[in-house]
């Protein structure tokens, strides 16, 4: 141990993560981030470099990095969801005064994208999460663990499957979401 009561190598263990899939995290982060709710790529990208060096801190193995790494970019980025949404609700409460009568309403983020952009994104997803609640139970819960980003392994893990159920429900599953929403002429590329 150091003096201050840090383990010696999780700063050097961090850096050679990073120097190894810091362009990895990046990317992930950047496919993961949303912005139409004005959540910036930087803020996730360090809230995620954060609970790396903590789970490091704690000693944490990390058998395969990459999986790792990604879970961390779609919790942190569905944190910061969270956070905005909390966010925007209590400025929706806000504006109604104590008296009933209409308070200022809150300056708007800006996202750098049209307002025309936001409600298409926002159709968008209000299809997507239409077509995957029209899925058998089975599918739907596989879908969803894997628009959250787990693998297909840890899918299996945490609904008692094997792997193989887990990525052929998977794969299922998302092959009818696109089939749904093709049929509302919208055509999303296969991820693979």
Known sequence: MNPSGDLPD?????????????????????????????????????????RLWHALRRERKIGDPASYLYRIAATAAIDAVRRVRARRETQMDSIVGPDGSPAVPPPAVSTGR????????????????????????????????????????????????????ARNLTHRGLKDVRASLRTEGIDMPEYR
Not at 23 to 46: D, K, N, W, Y
């Open 114 to 165: 049209t307002p025309e952009q936001l409600v298409a994104d926002q159709q968008l997803s209000d299809r997507i999460a239409t077509a995957v609640a029209r899925l058998p139970a089975n599918r739907r819960r596989a879908v969803g663990l894997h628009l959250q980003g787990f693998t297909s392994t840890e899918i299996g893990q945490l609904l008692g499957w094997t792997e193989p159920k």
């Open 10 to 50: 999780v700063d050097e263990r961090l850096q050679a993560l990073l120097d190894a899939y810091g362009s990895f995290l990046r990317s992930a982060v950047r496919r993961l981030c949303p912005a139409s709710l004005g959540v910036t790529v930087e803020e996730i990208e360090q809230d995620a470099r954060i």
